[in-house]
Each structure stands twice: as C-alpha cells, then as structure tokens.
C-alpha cells in the first residue's frame, strides 16, 4: 500500500472483510494471504508472492509460512529468493516462544542459509506495541547475533541488518519513525536497505537453461508453468523441455508480474505459456532446461550432510524427505560412506555403521524417483538440500556427486 500497489479501495475492501473474520487490524496481512481458509484461520499455508518497484529495482516479495506444520512451503519460498527478511516479534513472549529451543526462528534461519540465501535483514516487528523501548530491543538483538553468526549472518560481512520497524504503522519500512518515537535508531529504513544491497552473483544467461518449476495452470484454455530462472535465458517461440520426464514444449509466452517480454533472463520469477504440456504433466520440482541439455534426473547422490538432530540413531536404510531446489521427494540413505571432522572435513571413519546428531558424514543417498539437481561445486542453488521427517529437519547438506539412474554405477563411489 506504501508503494502504491495496493489502492485504498481494495485496502477498505480486506478491512471489512477481515472484519466478517472477527480479525480486525488483519487487512494488511490479507494482501498476501489471498486463500479464503488463510483469512478465515488468520494463518500463512502456501508462500504468496508479490510485486513492488523502487527508484532502483523491482521486487519480488515472496511471503512464506512461518507455522511449522508448513515448513515445506517455506523451503518453497526460501530457494527462489536473493535475500532473507526475518521478521521478528517484540511483543513479550512471542520473541521468546520463536526463539528458544524448539522455535521455528531457529529452523527457519538454518533453512533459509542452507537454500544459498546469503542476505539477511532480521527487523524486529511491533516496536510501536513496545513503545520504541531500546531496551526490549538491544535484548532481542543480543539473543539473534551470535545465533546468526553461527550461520553465516553478520554484520561486519555486511550481510546482515538489524531495524526496528512496526509493520502496522509502516514505521521504518519506507519512512523513517517519528525522532520522537524512537530518538535512538538513526540507521536506514528497510526499503532503503534493499534497494542498497549487493545482491549475489547469478549464473550466466549463456549457460543451459535452468528453472525449477514451483508449479503449473491453466487460465482461459491456455497452460503456464512457472518458476524462477537460475541460469541460461530463453525467448517467445524456442522450445523447452521439462525434466525428468523429458516433454517437450514452445514457449509461446513469457509474463514477469504480469507484464509480457519477449525474453526471460536469470533472476526472473516467470510464468511462461507453453504448448504441448498440461498442466497435470507437472509436479512441483520438475525442471524446465534447454534441447538439448546437459542437465539430468538421477536416482542417487553422493552428499556431505550434517546431522543437527535426530531422535534415532541413523543407519543405511534409514528413511525420510530430501527438499531440494522446489522438489520433495522420498528418499533413504543407501550407505554411510565416511564420518568426516566437522572443521577439516578429513575422513576421520570409513563406512561407519551409523551417526548421530552432530556428526558429518559423507552418504550414498537413493531417491524414490528420479530428480534434476547438480553437484554443489558446479552449481549453488541446484546442490544444496535438507532432510526432514516427523515435520522437522534432522540434516542440511551439499551434493558432491551425481550417479546414473543405474544401480550398476554404484560401485564407483569414494568418500571425498
């Protein structure tokens, strides 16, 4: 609404509608939760997306659940985006309960680095209910350093902010808070900060074409697939094909927020309207590349995973989910090839009989089906993964081998 992509007539228009809902003050978050069952239970399920300009760039905003019965939505999220915005509660108790062991604060920030997001603004959220108190404030911030360090975000690498902003005033999201209110935070606004960041270098629009597809549809007769771009380029009327199952399709329209180009480039979150597939030939993972394409579906990886917690002691054969890129698939560790030291990652085992939480290992892991992915060394975004089971993530790791979509291969592996 700030920005001027949500007029006041559709704003008074989720305000009453937030109202039938007994969910007064909820309209701002109506904008992103669009389902009827998201507004009528005031909870984010699936990831929305969203489209906004600066004098500087355009964004997506992709808003993912933070409920952790929807984990796997916010992984869905969290591997199309450049940078992370951890919104953190000040209200008393609700810092606490997101935050302490078994908080999905934690998780979340785990998952978004292990999805390649090397860009984090953490703003602390309903400082107005807090009265701007710097106290309340330098607490929370005190308790999120040094976790965030722990993965990666911090500020002297200038990839980590902290801002205090209330979201239902808009204070400090595009404008700067009243020195009255909050005389002691002199530093940038959010949007400010965004449109200022470096972002990450992407792969290169020569290379083969790469988008891992999040989903399809049809509209007025016509299917789409969707996704964002993370390599290579493709044109209106150049065909493509979708892996693993190898269909074939032109592509007879590219749309970015709902604008139509004739081209699509790395970075771009597209929809593309293509002949020759329907939309029930596409699952969430599938892969759009080029003809021909070096890019392939395997059956097994070799991977350097690390165990964060696990209720089980882990051994070949042991089960669970692998989320990697847009895809979720069934899969189970084939073989324990070595336990590594965590610093050095020198084998310290070979073929250990089983592992715990801690531990890092090398692994032999076989997919239920077949999924597009690439060593992690050749490709960041398509190598990295995490496993959970029982709704939680037991394991984060990179791909550092792909084997054929044969069990005659598998005699190959060595652990490096």
Same mark, same amino acid.
């Given at each position: 609404?700030?920005?001027?992509?949500?007029?006041?007539?559709?704003?008074?228009?989720?305000?009453?509608?937030?109202?039938?809902?007994?969910?007064?003050?909820?309209? +701002?978050?109506?904008?992103?939760?669009?389902?009827?069952? !998201?507004?009528?239970?005031?909870?984010?399920?699936?990831?929305?997306?969203? +489209?906004?300009?600066?004098?500087?760039?355009?964004?997506?905003?992709?808003?993912?659940?933070?409920?952790?019965?929807?984990?796997? /939505?916010?992984?869905?999220?969290?591997?199309?985006?450049?940078?992370?915005?951890?919104?953190?509660? /000040?209200?008393?108790?609700?810092?606490?309960?997101?935050?302490?062991?078994?908080?999905?604060?934690?998780?979340?920030?785990?998952?978004?680095?292990?999805?390649?997001?090397?860009?984090?603004?953490?703003?602390?959220?309903?400082?107005?209910?807090?009265?701007?108190?710097?106290?309340? +404030?330098?607490?929370?911030?005190?308790?999120?350093?040094?976790?965030?360090?722990?993965?990666?975000?911090?500020?002297?690498?200038?990839?980590?902010?902290?801002?205090?902003?209330?979201?239902?005033?808009?204070?400090?999201?595009?404008?700067?808070?009243?020195?009255?209110?909050?005389?002691?935070?002199?530093?940038?606004?959010?949007?400010?900060?965004?449109?200022?960041?470096?972002?990450?270098?992407?792969?290169?629009?020569?290379?083969?074409?790469?988008?891992?597809?999040?989903?399809?549809?049809?509209?007025?007769?016509?299917?789409?697939?969707?996704?964002?771009?993370?390599?290579?380029?493709?044109?209106?009327?150049?065909?493509?094909?979708?892996?693993?199952?190898?269909?074939?399709?032109?592509?007879?329209?590219?749309?970015?927020?709902?604008?139509?180009?004739?081209?699509? +480039?790395?970075?771009?979150?597209?929809?593309?309207?293509?002949?020759?597939?329907?939309?029930?030939?596409?699952?969430?993972?599938?892969?759009?590349?080029?003809?021909?394409? /070096?890019?392939?579906?395997? !059956?097994?990886?070799?991977?350097?995973?690390?165990?964060?917690?696990?209720?089980?002691?882990?051994?070949?054969?042991?089960?669970?989910?692998?989320?990697?890129?847009?895809?979720?698939?069934?899969?189970?560790?084939?073989?324990?090839?070595?336990?590594?030291?965590?610093?050095?990652?020198?084998?310290? !085992?070979?073929?250990?009989?089983?592992?715990?939480?801690?531990?890092?290992?090398?692994?032999?892991?076989?997919?239920?089906?077949?999924?597009?992915?690439?060593?992690?060394?050749?490709?960041?975004?398509?190598?990295?993964?995490?496993?959970?089971?029982?709704?939680?993530?037991?394991?984060?790791?990179?791909?550092?081998?792909?084997?054929?979509?044969?069990?005659?291969?598998?005699?190959?592996?060595?652990?490096?």
């Amino acid at each position: 609404m700030e920005k001027g992509q949500v007029d006041q007539r559709e704003m008074a228009k989720l305000r009453r509608k937030a109202e039938t809902h007994h969910r007064e003050g909820w309209e +701002y978050a109506y904008v992103m939760d669009v389902s009827e069952e !998201e507004q009528s239970k005031g909870i984010t399920r699936e990831t929305g997306a969203a +489209y906004i300009e600066t004098e500087k760039r355009r964004i997506t905003i992709l808003d993912a659940p933070g409920h952790k019965a929807f984990v796997p /939505s916010m992984i869905g999220g969290a591997t199309q985006a450049d940078v992370c915005v951890l919104v953190i509660s /000040s209200r008393t108790g609700e810092f606490e309960t997101g935050f302490e062991r078994g908080g999905q604060t934690r998780e979340h920030t785990t998952l978004v680095r292990t999805c390649g997001v090397k860009q984090m603004i953490c703003v602390i959220n309903k400082m107005d209910e807090m009265k701007w108190s710097k106290e309340r +404030y330098d607490a929370i911030v005190g308790k999120l350093r040094p976790f965030l360090r722990q993965n990666g975000y911090e500020e002297k690498n200038k990839n980590l902010i902290f801002i205090p902003i209330a979201g239902f005033t808009g204070d400090n999201l595009i404008n700067h808070t009243d020195s009255g209110l909050c005389p002691w935070y002199t530093g940038p606004t959010m949007m400010e900060v965004v449109d200022e960041l470096t972002l990450p270098e992407s792969k290169s629009e020569d290379d083969v074409l790469c988008i891992p597809l999040v989903g399809a549809y049809k509209d007025d007769g016509k299917s789409f697939i969707y996704g964002k771009v993370e390599a290579g380029s493709i044109a209106a009327g150049e065909k493509i094909q979708v892996l693993p199952t190898k269909i074939e399709a032109i592509v007879e329209g590219i749309s970015i927020e709902s604008t139509e180009f004739e081209k699509c +480039y790395p970075g771009d979150n597209v929809h593309l309207r293509v002949r020759g597939i329907d939309e029930m030939d596409i699952h969430a993972g599938y892969v759009a590349t080029s003809v021909p394409t /070096s890019m392939r579906a395997v !059956e097994f990886i070799q991977a350097r995973i690390v165990v964060l917690e696990v209720k089980n002691i882990i051994s070949a054969g042991y089960r669970f989910m692998i989320h990697i890129h847009a895809a979720q698939e069934e899969a189970s560790f084939h073989k324990l090839l070595a336990r590594l030291d965590r610093k050095t990652g020198e084998v310290v !085992e070979k073929n250990p009989a089983c592992a715990r939480a801690g531990d890092s290992l090398m692994v032999r892991i076989e997919l239920e089906r077949p999924i597009v992915c690439e060593a992690h060394k050749d490709f960041d975004k398509m190598g990295r993964f995490m496993l959970r089971e029982d709704g939680k993530t037991f394991a984060i790791g990179l791909v550092t081998k792909l084997y054929e979509s044969t069990h005659e291969s598998l005699g190959k592996d060595k652990p490096n």
